[in-house]
């Protein structure tokens, strides 16, 4: 009976999930509002100041590539 | 009384992020704005507060069931939930605020404090409560409070004139240490 009860409290969970996500997914966000589904390439990022453009993973992975290079050895800008 | 010295050990003197070390990366993420470090702390507070409740709950139910190793299992989900929950409700009867938490909400599930909010208060029990009660509003509270507080510190960082190794995060983490040490002060509070 326990197993029974611990796969229904489990299960239930997922459930409610699953259920909460699709509810969210399927309701219409405000008008105007600034997509929420795009992807956090890193926590360390100051996501509060992100704009658009700045946002997707190519440009991201250029900048650092680019920060990278431009510690390697370069003279500091005064 | 034991409420409110669970209240202020919780907030200021065993704070979630300068003594527990957790939350860290939001912490230094979202505090470059003040506007966005204040709608973090905000969101972050509702969430942890019923989550916090919630699993508070549900922990006697694993215990009962003898499967208290599934408690992180279960306690991500009713997180991940209730953070779906609160943005439809933001979606529907408050658009403006959701405008202005839209990007932070789905971090919130991510955030390890919400967690360790609900794995700290599996311990407790029913004689508890007070406690409880205590830890559930202090812990978030404490670090919206030192959210708030960073980004306001963040600005003027911002015109400080840093030497180059230490520019950005790793002055970050040494004021954040600094801050970590003056809060320590408050151990002779209580």
Known sequence: MKIFLSIVLVLGCVGVFIFTYVLNVKTKAPENCPKTDITCAGCLLHCGDRREEEVSIDVITQNMTKGFHDNDGNKEEK | ?190
């Not at chain 2, 010295?5 to 919780?10: A, R, S, Y």
């Not at chain 2, 907030?11 to 860290?24: E, F, S």
């Not at chain 2, 549900?58 to 279960?74: C, E, G, K, P």
């Open chain 2, 1 to 190: 009384m034991t409420f409110l010295i669970t209240l202020i050990t919780t907030m200021i003197i065993d704070n979630i992020v300068l003594a527990g070390n957790k939350g860290l990366c939001s912490y230094f993420g979202i505090s470059g704005k003040m506007s966005s470090a204040i709608g973090m702390g905000l969101a972050m507070t509702v969430v942890s507060i019923i989550s916090g409740l919630i699993c508070w709950g549900l922990h006697f139910a694993l215990d009962s069931l003898d499967i208290v190793y599934m408690q992180t299992v279960v306690y991500i989900l009713v997180i991940a939930s209730l953070v779906q929950i609160l943005e439809i409700v933001l979606k529907k009867f408050l658009p403006t605020l959701y405008k202005a938490l839209g990007i932070y909400l789905p971090l919130i599930t991510t955030n390890c404090v919400v967690l360790a909010l609900a794995l700290s208060l599996s311990e407790m029990g029913i004689g508890d409560w007070q406690q409880v009660l205590g830890t559930v509003i202090g812990m978030p509270l404490g670090y919206f409070l030192i959210l708030t507080i960073f980004s306001a510190m963040q600005d003027k960082l911002k015109l400080t004139t840093t030497h180059r190794a230490f520019k950005g995060l790793a002055i970050s983490f040494i004021t954040t240490a600094f801050m970590a040490l003056a809060f320590t002060g408050f151990a002779g509070l209580l």
